[in-house]
């Protein structure tokens, strides 16, 4: 069960910690340039985090994680000279730990920082639900535990790189503090995990620097739930100068209300990169429990390959790409072409295989290749003597189309432990049932395969094998709907399993996936939408109607209870279903509970179906949610399990929803002649765009815009901007040339 995913990533990730520890020799950087290093961990049994003497008169902080790793410092100074740069690790009982200084000598000329915004207004909150007053200084208590604010407003949404505290002269730095920003003009406060402190040392005259990560804020706050004791006696929050250094461009950019623009970026920063967030060993691609969990990078297994690849394929984060690309060498591959869930592991935590690893292994490096161009990459060999990438994906396609009778236009899973019947085994990500034989989740992956594996077929000039492709794709869609689609229910079934019986459950994420790849015939996802909404009852189901979603952030995941049917075609194997039981309908995020991810197929499926105005009203129900409390929900059922909502942790696959703003109202995707954008600009808009889009090895700033007839482009900030219109579909060629798709 999902429950149990960390332990994968015990195999998956155990290379994140042993790299980038680095001899302390002189190094040399040029101003502006990132030097990157990794400090020996300081070997607490707590969690820390590191107040880093930059040699320049600040402080710069990093996040918590364990004390037996250590995190990976990226540092630049605007000015040449020489730094002694000194890391410090904090424990959470107060500890102080020292590493060895390390000196960097700066050449060249001076580079301008990111600029202090000048504009911003002072204000305090003398109590934690006190109003908001002018001025930076809260009223001094006699008690101790008096929560107290001080922070800086601004008239407009801007993104933040850090906030930068100075020590009053007269008194005490605050020990114990954390900064929250608000999206709303001070409505509602979130806190940033990244930035919470306990113990922090005494700056003695260097500046607090907190890295922000660019979250877009229209107000920034440090709070302290204990004042520092004054001279006295008594109690308040007294800093030096505060300031915020930013500017008003956030990654997504969108003719939207100001908390709409906010809250929309910060929820791929939470999920997308996790960049705020608390990860247990340093690295986004590693899981902290509560009460720390948040976002995650991604999780190396083959299970997440594609959607890692749809997270970061367009992004310049040089250090998750390098891991990405080195961790699906690792992914073992036997002799017929069929692909382990993890480095040395073909099964899915010692208990079944997953037969959809080829599918998603082939769709996540086609992705991943048509959007770099770095033939490089296709080239990889885990070895000596080891096949290269491509030859993978290729063996990975020749076992769908051969030993699991592809070619026949439905994928079978012969493996007598997935025969679909209820004392079968799992076999995808949805471990909680028995998804086997001829299950339509798999053929639903299949079809995606055909797709991606034909623009890369294309991209290469191998045109034969591309239709050839494109040919069975065409074949698996008619039999996906003649096999899988129930006409008594209107919806797709999960699996037909060997014996010939058909297992339904309302499988949401059956339906959403199906439609949003296109298997689905354009009248059965009108259908699937119709019951989702609950503009069509389905009868017998546990969930009907607007219950559906009564979870808002995504449908159930099942309408149809798992002990509704005896004997279950619940997968037993780590909890039972039932009354009273831990794996209870609407108390498990696989029986009745929900997914956030989902939500991503349930978007573009409405925009293919329904258009921009159908997905923007779900979308809108998303955002509100999220508005509330970031989405950082963990609830427990009766037994104390947490998993009754997918969203924190080891859920990376969260970073998907925001990214329909990308992939849906952009209309961003990497194919065989270039990358195509096919907007979808909601009709309250008049523009939309993205400031960093990294194609074919260059980065592109790209705007859709109402009323322009024609595109155009200028130069700046050492990337092509391109201005293009809402209409029409478009080609962006690997030389950096738009057209108009038939021109």
Known sequence: MK????????????????????????????????????????????????????????????????????????????????????????????????SPSRTFRVRGRSVAETRAIGDAASFHHDTLDGPAEQGPDPKASQSPYAVQCSGLWFDRVVALDALELDAHPDHPFPPDFEVQYCTDRGATWY???????????????????????????????????????????????????????????????????AQVRADWNNLWTIYGTADAEVHGNFSGWWPTDRPDCGGMTGIGSTIWAHWNAMKLAWTAREHDRAFYEEIVTTYPQDENGFLGVAPNSFRHLGHSKHYVTPAIYIAGLARWYLTNLDRAFLEQRAGPGEPTQLERMRRAMTFQVESMDGRSGVLTIKDPENDGTVHGRSSNYWDGWRFG????????????????????????????????????????????????????????????????????????????????????????????????????????????????YHFRIAPRANTLAAEAVRPTWWDNWTMKVGEGEIGEYGRQIQNGGVIFYVSYYDLMSRLRVRGIGDAMRRMEAILEEFHQDQLRRQPCNQHGSTHLLGILREFPESGLVPLFFVNGILGLRPAAQGLLITPALPAEWNYAGIRAYRYAGEEYALRIERGREEAASSEANGKTHWRIPAEGRWILSPDGVLHRVGE
């Open 3 to 98: 429950l149990h995913k960390p332990i994968v990533m015990l195999a998956v990730l155990a290379a994140v910690l042993a790299v980038e520890t680095e001899a302390m020799e002189l190094k040399t950087v040029r101003c502006g340039e990132r030097a990157v290093f990794k400090p020996e961990p300081c070997g607490s049994e707590e969690m820390v985090y590191y107040a880093v003497d930059r040699g320049d008169g600040t402080l710069c902080t990093t996040a918590r994680g364990a004390g037996t790793s250590a995190p990976r410092l990226s540092l630049s100074w605007a000015e040449p000279g020489v730094y002694e740069v000194t890391p410090r690790a904090v424990s959470l009982s107060g500890r102080i730990y020292e």
């Open 191 to 257: 806190p940033v995990p990244s930035a919470r402190f306990v113990h922090f040392p005494d700056p003695d005259g260097r500046t607090v620097r907190i890295p922000l990560h660019r979250l877009a804020v229209r107000g920034v706050r440090v709070m302290t739930p204990r004042p520092p004791e004054l001279e006295n006696g008594a109690f308040a929050l007294r800093l030096g100068a505060m300031r915020a250094r930013g500017d008003e461009h956030t990654l997504f950019e969108m003719d939207a209300p």
């Open 437 to 548: 034989y001829q299950s339509a989740y798999a053929n639903a992956r299949f079809y995606d395969s055909l797709l991606w594996m034909a623009r890369l077929e294309h991209a290469l000039g191998r045109s034969t094998e591309a239709e050839e492709y494109h040919a069975l794709s065409r074949l698996v869609r008619e039999r996906f709907n003649e096999i899988f689609w129930s006409e008594e229910r209107g919806r797709f079934i999960g699996a037909v399993d060997r014996e010939g019986n058909r297992h339904d459950y309302g499988f949401s994420f059956v339906n959403l996936e199906a439609v949003a790849t296109g298997v689905a015939s354009d009248e059965h996802a009108e259908a699937v939408l119709e019951w989702l909404d609950g503009e069509r009852i389905v009868e017998g189901d546990t969930s009907t109607g607007s219950d559906i």
